[in-house]
C-alpha cells in the first residue's frame, strides 16, 4: 500500500464527494419495528411527511438492498440474535439509526428480557430519544445521519480495508507455514513408525540369529 | 341465589375441597392434586356447572409473601360458563418446592396446553402427562424461571441463537399435505460454523 | 345479492390505445407539476423549514422553574425520582442556608434517551418545580452521553417564550401571579 492512496489529493476527494454524494441522497432504511416507535415511522412514509423528499425512496424489507437499518421498538434478549444476523446480512457501507427509548437505552423496561440499549449488540451511528419520538425527530437523525456520510471518506475506508486484507493474508500464510512444517514432521514421524513397525513385522516373522 | 352456595356442597362431598379464606370478591375452592383432573372434568361437564371456558392458568410463588408458610407455589385455573353467562370459580392447587406437579388438563381444555406451557416457563411447574411440555416465551437457553421471586430481577442471559423452528414448520407443512423434500439440520451454537453469528457480550 | 356490472365496450380510440395511455400520463404530469409549480397546495409540510406547531400541553423536553432571584424552585424533595418510572432522574441535595427552605438542590439531570415522556414528575412536584411546556420534541444525538441534560440547561429557558399571560405557566400553583408563593417571598402581591 502506497502513502500516496491515504493521503487526499484532487482525484481522491473529488471522488469521495460524488461517492458521499450519492449515498447520502439514497439511504434506504431498513424497518426493524417491534413497537409502537415502527407505526411512528410509517407516518413518515405517508404523503404528510414523504420520506421520498431526501432521497429514502423505498423502504426496504431485505437487509441486502437497504443501507440503514431502522431498530424501531423493544429488543428483548430472544429477539437479538435476529437483530444481529440481520445487521450482519446488510451489506456495506451501512449505517444503523436507534429509534425510541427502548431500543436506545431499554427504556422503563428494566427486566430479565430486555437489552438495555443495543449498542450492546450492534454499533449505532444516530440514536433518537423520545417515547414515541415524533416523525419530525426520525427527519432530523436522517438530516444528521446525511452529514455523518458526508464527513466519511470512501478512498480512506477503501485502503483502510485493503490494509487490513493484506495483514488478513500475511497473518494467515503465516499460519499455513506453520502448520504445513508441523504437519510435515507429524508424516515423517508417521512414516519412520510405520517402516519400523513393519521391519519389526518381518524380523519377527523371519527372525535372524541376533548375534549375526 | 347464588350457585356456588348449591354448587359448593357437592363439591365439598365429592372431592373433599375447601373455600379459599383469601377471596373476597369471586367464589374460589382450593383442591388438592390428585383430584384436580376429576374436579375440573366434573365442573366442565356436570349440568349445574356448565364451565365451558378456562379463562386463564395461573402460578403463584408464595415466597416471602406476609404471614405465610409453605407450599411455596400454587396454580389456579379460572373457569368460566357460557351457558350459565356470570358463572365463575377459582380451582386452586397448592405445590410444594419438593415436588413440583400437578396433572395436565390439556386434553379437556385444548388451550390448557399453551398456558400450562407458560406456567411451565415461568414458575418452573411441570404438568405431568402434557403432550409437549417446552418453553414458549423464553428462550430455550434460558436458565431458570424469570417469574419466580428468587430470581434475581436484574440478572442478563445473552443468548447465542435465535429459536430453531424449522421442525415444527415442515410438520406443520407435512400436515397440510406437502412433502418435505430434505430435512433442515441445526447448526448448535458450539459448532464452528456458528460462531460467527453469535453474539458476544 | 349478487350485482354484475356489464362493462362498456371500447370504441375504436380506446382499443387503439396510445390516446389512452397518454390520458393516464397527463395525470401523472398534472401531479408532478403541481409539485413543482404550486407546492404550497402539496399535503406535504416540508419539515426542516416550516415546523410543526406543537401545543404548550404536548409533554415535551423538561424545564426547571425558577424563583424570583434566580434559584431553582425545587426543593430536592426527590418526589420525581420516585415517581419516575424508568429512574431518569438524578439528583442531589444539599442544606440551604436559606432560612425558608429546608434542602436546595446540587445536581439534577435528566436523561432524556431513557425518558419516556409521561409527566409524572410534573404532576408528582409539590412545588411546581417541573413542567413539560418547553415544545422542543427533537433528541436526535450520536452519543449516549449527550442526552444527559444537566441542571443548567434545564434552567436556561427565555422567560420571553412564556409571556406573562400564558395562563398553562403563570396561573398554575406556585406562578408569579400566585399570592401565597409571592406573599413568602416577601414580594409585592399586585
Not at chain 1, 88 to 112: H, K, L, N, T
Not at chain 2, 178 to 199: A, F, M, Q
Amino acid at each position: 500500500m502506497t502513502p500516496e492512496a491515504q493521503e487526499g489529493n484532487i482525484f481522491t476527494s473529488s471522488l469521495d464527494f460524488l461517492v458521499n454524494w450519492g449515498r447520502k441522497n439514497s439511504l434506504w432504511p431498513f424497518p426493524y419495528g417491534t413497537a409502537c416507535c415502527a407505526i411512528e415511522f410509517m407516518s413518515t412514509e405517508t404523503a404528510r411527511y414523504d420520506l421520498s423528499r431526501i432521497g429514502s425512496e423505498y423502504v426496504r424489507f431485505t437487509p441486502r438492498q437497504s443501507d440503514v437499518l431502522l431498530v424501531a421498538g423493544t429488543i428483548t434478549y430472544k429477539q437479538a440474535p435476529i437483530l444481529k444476523r440481520i445487521y450482519e446480512q446488510m451489506a456495506e457501507p451501512r449505517w444503523v439509526i436507534a429509534m425510541g427509548a427502548c431500543a436506545c437505552s431499554g427504556g422503563f423496561y428494566d427486566c430479565y428480557c430486555t437489552v438495555p440499549g443495543i449498542d450492546h449488540i450492534i454499533p449505532v451511528d444516530v440514536y433518537i430519544g423520545g417515547c414515541p419520538p415524533r416523525p419530525e425527530s426520525f427527519f432530523d437523525a436522517m438530516f444528521d445521519l446525511q452529514k455523518k456520510v458526508e464527513d466519511e471518506s470512501y478512498m480512506k475506508q477503501r485502503a483502510e480495508r485493503l490494509k487490513e486484507q493484506i495483514e488478513d493474508i500475511k497473518r494467515k500464510s503465516k499460519e499455513c507455514r506453520e502448520d504445513l512444517v508441523l504437519r510435515k514432521n507429524e508424516a515423517c514421524e508417521m512414516v519412520s513408525n510405520t517402516v519400523r513397525s513393519k521391519v519389526n513385522d518381518v524380523l519377527d516373522v523371519f527372525p535372524f540369529k541376533k548375534g549375526r | 341465589m347464588n350457585f356456588f352456595e348449591t354448587l359448593f356442597p357437592v363439591l365439598e362431598t365429592k372431592f373433599n375441597v375447601e373455600k379459599d379464606a383469601s377471596a373476597h370478591w369471586d367464589h374460589s375452592v382450593i383442591a388438592k392434586a390428585s383430584v384436580l383432573r376429576d374436579l375440573i372434568t366434573f365442573l366442565k361437564n356436570d349440568e349445574s356447572s356448565k364451565m365451558e371456558m378456562l379463562l386463564d392458568i395461573v402460578g403463584i410463588d408464595y415466597l416471602g409473601f406476609q404471614d405465610y408458610e409453605s407450599p411455596r407455589f400454587a396454580v389456579e385455573y379460572v373457569l368460566k360458563s357460557i351457558s350459565r353467562p356470570g358463572n365463575r370459580v377459582r380451582v386452586k392447587v397448592f405445590v410444594s418446592e419438593q415436588d413440583l406437579e400437578v396433572p395436565t388438563i390439556s386434553n379437556l381444555y385444548p388451550i390448557a396446553n399453551w398456558q400450562e406451557r407458560e406456567v411451565y416457563d415461568q414458575y418452573g411447574i411441570i404438568f405431568t402427562g402434557h403432550p409437549d411440555l417446552r418453553r414458549i416465551l423464553n428462550h430455550v437457553e434460558f436458565e431458570g424461571h424469570p417469574l419466580r421471586k428468587d430470581y434475581p430481577a436484574h440478572r442478563r442471559q445473552w443468548l447465542s441463537t435465535n429459536d430453531f423452528l424449522l421442525p415444527a414448520l415442515e410438520k406443520r407443512l407435512e400436515s397440510k399435505g406437502y412433502k418435505v423434500v430434505e430435512r433442515s439440520k441445526e447448526v448448535l451454537p458450539n459448532e464452528d460454523e456458528y460462531l460467527t453469528g453469535s453474539i458476544q457480550e | 345479492m349478487v350485482r354484475q356490472i356489464k362493462q362498456k365496450p371500447m370504441n375504436w380510440i380506446e382499443r387503439l390505445y396510445i390516446f389512452e395511455a397518454f390520458r393516464g400520463l397527463w395525470t401523472t404530469l398534472k401531479h408532478a407539476l403541481r409539485g413543482l409549480l404550486r407546492y404550497e397546495t402539496l399535503p406535504t409540510v416540508p419539515y426542516p423549514e416550516i415546523k410543526p406547531e406543537i401545543s404548550r400541553t404536548y409533554r415535551a423536553k423538561h424545564r426547571l422553574m425558577l424563583r424570583p432571584d434566580g434559584t431553582p424552585r425545587c426543593v430536592a424533595c426527590g418526589m420525581c425520582a420516585t415517581a419516575c418510572p424508568a429512574h431518569c432522574i438524578f439528583l442531589e441535595a444539599a442544606p440551604a442556608e436559606d432560612g425558608r427552605i429546608e434542602k436546595r438542590v446540587l445536581r439534577f439531570d435528566i436523561d432524556h434517551l431513557v425518558c419516556v415522556f409521561c409527566g409524572l414528575c410534573v404532576e408528582a412536584c409539590p412545588v411546581d418545580a417541573l413542567r413539560m411546556d418547553t415544545c422542543d420534541t427533537s433528541y436526535v444525538f450520536r452519543k449516549r452521553e449527550d442526552f444527559v441534560t444537566p441542571m443548567y440547561q434545564l434552567m436556561s429557558w427565555d422567560p420571553k417564550d412564556y409571556p406573562q399571560d400564558d395562563l398553562q405557566s403563570q396561573m398554575a400553583p406556585g406562578g408569579t401571579k400566585n399570592k401565597q408563593a409571592l406573599d413568602a417571598w416577601g414580594l409585592k402581591v399586585n
